[in-house]
């Protein structure tokens, strides 16, 4: 890259500017270096676990096996997307697993006991998840309550409200031929619409940076990587996503509800990245007092983080129980809750606020998802399972903990 | 003492006031007049008060009484973000800033070019600008702040408190931690400011700088008024109305100096 004059930022002749593809990959080595590893360990850690699965049962990686572990993923990782958000404040949400089976609950009483459309349990459902969102954060704002008591609270009384709906009989079967059902079940994308999906992320890659580097120039700022850089990430993004599909396509295909979720982390990565108030997330996780000073009302930041964390985690419930056809009092409970946790640390986002990334959700419960269909297509019992999960969330915040020391340590906080 | 500017109508004037913080009266009846285009020194001893009142004005505390106009009008300085909107700018001691986020991020932080699709070009080159207006030294706007020097920090929180065109600025002792060069950068930038009909507060414990800018200097000792001077005023003077006594250890310290050793 020749620029034409010195660029408005590069004028300190200290720093060493990477040029190139040579120039990104070393600056990726030096930034993994530092500690900040960005999602390298997820990826290792699933190409890993894929590994070991195959060998011991090859028949984990048959696209059809994959599917199903698409299709299960989806309802959990929704739950995981919103944990994302409490996290990057430095909060916590125990109460995401109740609130799904909540709105499971909900879900059934009002569409199949009351006999009223399902479109209205829905809104119900994803209500009630905004109004305990918005009740935690109250809370927490206006009394100083920790997030994890008054979530602790809330999975209590979440519970017995679900029981409660639930009533004697315990579970609600949902319709089979329902639209909902089918749509947790059966649905998968067609496999021309599957196609063009996976050609379109290089596509806007490729395009929104070429519209980056031409603005940059005309204001005459460096383009680091230029456009080699730029060609190879679009080109390599583009070849995976398309042999994956290809890949699923040979089996049942890739279920609908799995693009929801996909569509949900890109909108939240947008929303984290690209607004002001995805800045303003990353700066009262980071430094409450100083955001606050900056004119951020932290108030309404929270607000809107355990808004978001309770519906998105109803929205979970609802897709579950579509997946089970059934709404039940074992739903939401077990290790739903520590999963969507586990899923949003494992996958990067930190436990101490002002670090993570909306894929962080997708990564981790592909971990946590992966594991659990091993163990399972193995015949293994869930007590296993458990172990397993828990060692790799101890290895994920291990590994977030040692990154944050190696981090101050480089001067990256 | 000071002249008095009655021809004009300070933009910034205190009456009153006192902030408690528990059992500790940290300030007591301040009285305080900032008008535009002069830079007012703010100075004393640790914990005299001065980052207290500065926090006040930035809309961080609440004082516990009194009353602040702000052009002319009775204002309650509820949030900071009430404050920097009003057009209070402030460079705080600690510089509250984001260590997590980059310059830029933390240049606009709470007042970002188009919100719902943020333009990090425009944001950069205003950064890049700004930070060549204060002679910065910074390698790239595009890592985070942890990264930066201590200094570096200092004309980070410098350049942030500029961008909104404020109508005062208070800057908590912003030249403790900077270079030769970039503080004489700041002091021109206080003057350039000043010159442009801004209002400045400015806290610095180095009298020189203080007498080099300042136009009034107003003294806080345990939270209290403790008289405003000007920058011809002697230093035996100002160290007394600092430290509350004629005979200290700053003027103990000064004859020992002058007095031949060993005499
Ligand atoms: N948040 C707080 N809570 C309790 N006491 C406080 C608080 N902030 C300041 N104080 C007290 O108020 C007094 C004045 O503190 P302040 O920070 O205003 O001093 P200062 O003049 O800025 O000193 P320095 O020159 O060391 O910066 C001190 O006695 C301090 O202990
Ligand atoms: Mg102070």
């Known amino acids: 890259m020749n620029e034409p004059q010195a660029a408005l930022d590069r004028s300190d002749s200290r720093v060493r500017h990477d040029e190139g593809i040579g120039g990104a990959v070393r600056g990726f080595i030096d930034r993994v270096r530092s500690g900040d590893l960005g999602v390298l360990p997820v990826i290792l850690g699933l190409i890993l676990i894929a590994t070991v699965f195959w060998s011991l049962n090859p028949v984990f990686l048959a696209p059809n096996n994959l599917a199903n572990l698409l299709f299960d993923a989806a309802a959990v990782g929704c739950i995981s997307l919103g944990v994302v958000c409490v996290l990057m404040l430095g909060e916590i949400d125990l109460s995401v697993g109740s609130m799904s089976g909540l709105a499971s609950a909900i879900l059934g009483v009002i569409w199949v006991k009351a006999g009223l459309p399902p479109a209205l349990a829905i809104l119900v459902a994803l209500a009630s998840g905004a109004f305990m969102g918005f009740?935690?954060?109250?809370?927490?704002?206006?009394?100083?309550?920790?997030?994890?008591?008054?979530?602790?609270?809330?999975?209590?009384?979440?519970?017995?409200?679900?029981?409660?709906?639930?009533?004697?009989?315990?579970?609600?079967?949902?319709?089979?031929?329902?639209?909902?059902?089918?749509?947790?079940?059966?649905?998968?994308?067609?496999?021309?619409?599957?196609?063009?999906?996976?050609?379109?992320?290089?596509?806007?890659?490729?395009?929104?940076?070429?519209?980056?580097?031409?603005?940059?120039?005309?204001?005459?700022?460096?383009?680091?990587?230029?456009?080699?850089?730029?060609?190879?990430?679009?080109?390599?993004?583009?070849?995976?996503?398309?042999?994956?599909?290809?890949?699923?396509?040979?089996?049942?295909?890739?279920?609908?509800?799995?693009?929801?979720?996909?569509?949900?982390?890109?909108?939240?990565?947008?929303?984290?990245?690209?607004?002001?108030?995805?800045?303003?997330?990353?700066?009262?996780?980071?430094?409450?007092?100083?955001?606050?000073?900056?004119?951020?009302?932290?108030?309404?930041?929270?607000?809107?983080?355990?808004?978001?964390?309770?519906?998105?985690?109803?929205?979970?419930?609802?897709?579950?129980?579509s997946r089970l056809a059934s709404s039940s009092q074992q739903a939401g409970t077990g290790d739903v809750n520590l999963n969507a946790i586990a899923a949003a640390v494992i996958g990067g986002t930190s436990l101490f606020g002002g670090r993570g990334s909306a894929w962080s959700a997708l990564l981790g419960i592909l971990v946590i998802q992966s594991i659990s269909n091993g163990l399972t297509l193995l015949n293994l019992s869930s007590s296993l399972r458990y172990m397993i999960t828990g060692a790799v969330l101890a290895i994920a915040v291990i590994v977030d903990s040692l990154a944050r020391q190696s981090r101050a340590s480089h001067g990256r906080a | 003492m000071a002249e008095n500017e009655s021809s004009r109508e300070p933009i910034l004037k205190l009456r009153g006031v006192s902030k408690q913080f528990g059992a500790v009266q940290a300030l007591e009846d301040i009285e305080l007049d900032v008008f535009a285009g002069e830079v007012v020194a703010l100075v004393g001893d640790n914990g005299a008060g001065k980052s207290t009142l500065v926090k006040i004005l930035a809309g961080v505390?609440?004082?516990?009484?009194?009353?602040?106009?702000?052009?002319?009008?009775?204002?309650?300085?509820?949030?900071?973000?009430?404050?920097?909107?009003?057009?209070?700018?402030?460079?705080?001691?600690?510089?509250?800033?984001?260590?997590?986020?980059?310059?830029?991020?933390?240049?606009?932080?709470?007042?970002?070019?188009?919100?719902?699709?943020?333009?990090?070009?425009?944001?950069?080159?205003?950064?890049?600008?700004?930070?060549?207006?204060?002679?910065?030294?910074?390698?790239?706007?595009?890592?985070?702040?942890?990264?930066?020097?201590?200094?570096?920090?200092?004309?980070?929180?410098?350049?942030?408190?500029?961008?909104?065109?404020?109508?005062?600025?208070?800057?908590?002792?912003?030249?403790?931690?900077?270079?030769?060069?970039?503080?004489?950068?700041?002091?021109?930038?206080?003057?350039?400011?000043?010159?442009?009909?801004?209002?400045?507060?400015?806290?610095?414990?180095?009298?020189?700088?203080?007498?080099?800018?300042?136009?009034?200097?107003?003294?806080?000792?345990?939270?209290?008024?403790?008289?405003?001077?000007?920058?011809?005023?002697?230093?035996?003077?100002?160290?007394?109305?600092?430290?509350?006594?004629?005979?200290?250890?700053?003027?103990?310290?000064?004859?020992?100096?002058?007095?031949?050793?060993?005499?």
């Open chain 1, 135 to 321: 009740v935690y954060a109250t809370l927490l704002n206006r009394f100083g309550m920790p997030s994890f008591v008054s979530t602790l609270a809330g999975l209590l009384a979440m519970l017995g409200l679900q029981l409660y709906l639930l009533g004697s009989t315990g579970s609600i079967n949902l319709p089979y031929s329902s639209a909902l059902v089918r749509f947790g079940q059966i649905h998968v994308m067609p496999a021309w619409f599957s196609y063009m999906t996976a050609i379109l992320p290089g596509a806007l890659i490729l395009l929104l940076g070429l519209d980056r580097m031409r603005r940059r120039r005309a204001v005459q700022l460096s383009n680091p990587g230029g456009l080699s850089v730029l060609l190879a990430k679009a080109a390599i993004l583009t070849a995976v996503l398309l042999v994956a599909v290809y890949y699923l396509n040979q089996g049942r295909g890739i279920p609908w509800m799995f693009g929801l979720f996909v569509l949900l982390v890109v909108l939240m990565d947008y929303a984290l990245t690209r607004t002001q108030w995805g800045r303003a997330m990353f700066a009262v996780g980071g430094n409450r007092e100083a955001a606050r000073r900056s004119g951020i009302n932290v108030s309404r930041i929270r607000i809107s983080a355990f808004m978001l964390c309770s519906s998105l985690a109803a929205l979970g419930g609802i897709l579950a129980a």
């Open chain 2, 61 to 263: 505390h609440q004082p516990t009484s009194g009353s602040i106009q702000f052009m002319n009008r009775p204002v309650a300085l509820d949030s900071p973000g009430k404050a920097l909107e009003m057009g209070i700018a402030t460079v705080f001691q600690d510089l509250s800033l984001c260590e997590n986020l980059d310059v830029v991020a933390n240049l606009f932080l709470g007042h970002e070019l188009s919100p719902w699709r943020l333009d990090e070009v425009q944001m950069e080159v205003r950064a890049w600008t700004l930070l060549r207006e204060l002679a910065a030294r910074i390698p790239s706007v595009r890592e985070p702040v942890a990264s930066l020097s201590g200094g570096q920090r200092q004309t980070v929180a410098i350049a942030r408190s500029l961008l909104l065109d404020p109508r005062i600025i208070m800057l908590d002792e912003p030249t403790a931690a900077l270079g030769v060069a970039q503080t004489a950068e700041v002091l021109n930038l206080i003057e350039r400011v000043r010159d442009r009909g801004l209002g400045v507060i400015l806290i610095s414990h180095n009298m020189e700088d203080v007498r080099a800018v300042a136009d009034r200097i107003v003294v806080l000792r345990l939270g209290r008024n403790n008289g405003i001077f000007t920058p011809e005023s002697s230093n035996a003077e100002l160290v007394a109305a600092i430290t509350g006594a004629t005979e200290n250890s700053v003027s103990r310290r000064q004859a020992r100096k002058l007095e031949p050793t060993g005499a």
